[in-house]
């Protein structure tokens, strides 16, 4: 945020953005009750021994959520979630990283930095504290914090230095060659259920192979409960809103000078209507889940508040049954899935609000009925399974071994058509792509290039490797390498500099991810699911 301000203080966006973060600050403030609410619970993000709470969280993403609808009202609020993850991830571990590379930020750089800042300076240029105080003022934070994130982007900027030095003009000259260069590969499959085997197993050479491989013989943890939901239309069918009680509402009201009574009659009386009913439902949903901790049964509770009662059996994190065909088909699922591997054996979770198949509101929560753990199935019941993996294994070690018979053979002149042709095989040539594995045409590539253009770049021409992809070895060759083409002279220099700026931004986002590893990231998805935020666990396992 404050490198945005200062980069571009002078703008008119940066003055609307001011504006729109001391409004977003307010309205979020203003929220007493949420805050309260989420404010104790645990963590969103720890990094090292530090730890964000969801009102930090919820803070910076009112911010961001500002500025952005600015230039796109239809923001995607997941990737944001994503976003401020990301950086209050960043923000912490290049924290921690100065700290123990020793880099100390003076009390006159951070001056220099905040007075450098064109927002907070007069026309004459001279630097204005009244203007800073005013600005912290709007958006009601401290002056310390404001200093604090000053901190945070001076630090931020001395680790990623290095990277902004790396290349001279001659090697910026070559990396626009290389990136410009665009290779093909030529591959054959070697599918290993394709293999016959020949051999049988005996007795001890299965039990020894169920020994050394017990991943392929685990059972994921699975879980038994029961969902109990509360239709919304079931609550609040007597609800009836006085004469007095509109006129009380009006009389509180504050547009009333701007409104008369019969204009805003109806409005009013509709908002007293959902005001009780919020409170039946608030009432209803806290007497079901006091029953349930005294004791009173699922089936008794159930009858008693007239609940739909959904009975799961043995489902795993990924919504799979263990026995057969029972799965949630329910459109709130995944909030289900997510809600029952975050309890314990015996226990309800606490009520959640969701929209059922014809999108009427509903509210349920779940018992847990048992938990099987994570366990290693017994040779006796999965000798079958045992039969079958040993098979494949077999079989592709078979294909691996004739994948490295090739690869030996290239490497003394023959080529991997021809070795594909004595193989009664296919071989088969990819577009021409580069190394970001975009292809010539733009058509999206396909999971071989995906998986091999990388390694693709650094082989020579006629090179070889094999890899296993799509459950098939993958033997490949490296076929043509078509030399980048010339660029304009004017355009050199500008497309080197953007080259330069991705290679910087890689270099730096790599030693972050490092950094991330060695301080131990660890992001609360399920406190995250809590507060209504959604993110994917892919999203950042990648990187952390």
Not at 161 to 184: G, M, W
Not at 518 to 538: C, R
């Amino acid at each position: 945020m404050l490198e945005f301000i200062r980069r571009h203080s002078n703008s008119i966006v940066v003055k609307i953005f001011l504006t729109i973060l001391a409004l977003s600050f307010v309205l979020f403030f203003g929220i007493s009750s949420v805050i309260r609410k989420i404010s104790g619970k645990d963590y969103v993000v720890e990094v090292g021994n530090i730890q964000i709470s969801p009102m930090v969280f919820k803070i910076e993403k009112a911010k961001r959520l500002g500025m952005l609808k600015l230039h796109d009202k239809n923001t995607d609020e997941k990737i944001l979630t994503a976003n401020v993850i990301h950086q209050l991830i960043w923000e912490n571990v290049v924290d921690q990283a100065s700290q123990e590379y020793g880099i100390i930020v003076s009390n006159e750089t951070i001056k220099k930095y905040i007075s450098g800042m064109h927002v907070f300076r007069n026309k004459d240029g001279s630097f204005n504290a009244n203007l800073l105080r005013g600005f912290l003022q709007r958006i009601q934070v401290p002056e310390a914090m404001f200093l604090e994130l000053s901190k945070k982007d001076i630090k931020n900027a001395l680790i990623k230095a290095p990277f902004t030095y790396i290349s001279t003009a001659v090697e910026c000259d070559q990396f626009i060659h290389a990136n410009l260069e665009k290779r093909s590969v030529v591959f054959v499959e070697l599918k290993p259920d394709s293999f016959k085997i020949s051999e049988k197993p005996s007795q001890e050479a299965l039990k020894e192979f169920y020994a050394s491989h017990p991943d392929l013989f685990t059972a994921e943890e699975t879980r038994s409960f029961k969902i109990l939901e509360l239709p919304e239309s079931s609550i609040g069918k007597n609800i009836k809103i006085s004469d007095e009680e509109i006129k009380e509402a009006y009389d509180r009201s504050s547009e009333k000078e701007d409104r008369s009574y019969d204009d805003m009659k109806k409005e009013l009386e509709s908002d007293l209507k959902q005001e009780k009913l919020q409170s039946e439902i608030n009432e209803v949903t806290r007497q079901i889940e006091d029953a349930l901790m005294a004791g009173e049964s699922v089936l008794e509770v159930s009858k008693k508040f007239n609940l739909n009662v959904i009975t799961v059996e043995e489902v795993d994190s990924h919504n799979r049954s263990a026995t057969s065909n029972n799965v949630i088909k329910l459109p709130y699922k995944n909030d289900v899935i997510a809600v029952a591997f975050s309890i314990d054996e015996g226990t309800e979770s606490s009520f959640s609000e969701t929209l059922d198949a014809n999108k009427n509101k509903i509210y349920w929560l779940l018992h847990m009925d048992s938990v099987t753990p994570k366990h290693i199935i017994a040779f006796e019941k999965s000798s079958d399974k045992v039969i079958k993996e040993w098979t494949y294994h077999k079989q592709n070690e078979k294909a691996k071994a004739i994948a490295s018979d090739f690869i030996e053979k290239i490497k003394i002149g023959d080529n991997l058509k021809n070795l594909a042709s004595k193989n009664n095989l296919s071989p088969k040539v990819t577009q021409l792509f580069d190394r970001k594995g975009t292809l010539q045409d733009k058509a999206k590539p396909s999971s071989i290039i995906n998986e091999i253009y990388e390694n693709a770049f650094s082989m020579g021409k006629m090179e070889a490797n094999y890899k296993e992809i799509n459950g098939a070895v993958v033997v490949y060759c490296v076929q043509n390498i078509i030399s980048s083409k010339k660029i304009d002279k004017k355009d050199e220099s500008k497309y080197g500099a953007e080259l330069l700026g991705e290679i910087v931004e890689d270099m730096y986002q790599q030693l972050v991810g490092y950094l991330s590893k060695k301080y131990k990231v660890k992001i609360n998805y399920a406190l995250l699911k809590e507060i209504s935020e959604e993110v994917s666990h892919d999203t950042f396992d990648e990187i952390f």
